[in-house]
């Protein structure tokens, strides 16, 4: 990975975005699609989320 992609704050990937949410990649693939995960966007066939959105809105639902 790069510095500018690194900057960004970029996860990209259903499969990295489970990683980061501790979830399974069909049960991440499921809310992106069904469009539970408004921090995430499809950009051609693939999805990508702001790690630091996905962080506060789940440390956010944890307290």
Avoid at 22 to 41: I, S
Wanted: glycine share 8%; with cysteine; aromatic share 6%.
């Amino acid at each position: 990975m790069n510095e500018q992609t690194e900057s960004l704050d970029l996860v990209w990937g259903a499969k990295n975005i489970a990683k980061v949410l501790g979830c399974t990649e069909r049960a991440t693939f499921h809310m992106l699609e069904a469009g539970d995960l408004p921090e995430a966007t499809q950009i051609g066939r693939r999805w990508v989320a702001s790690r630091k959105k996905l962080r506060e809105r789940f440390e956010g639902q944890a307290a």
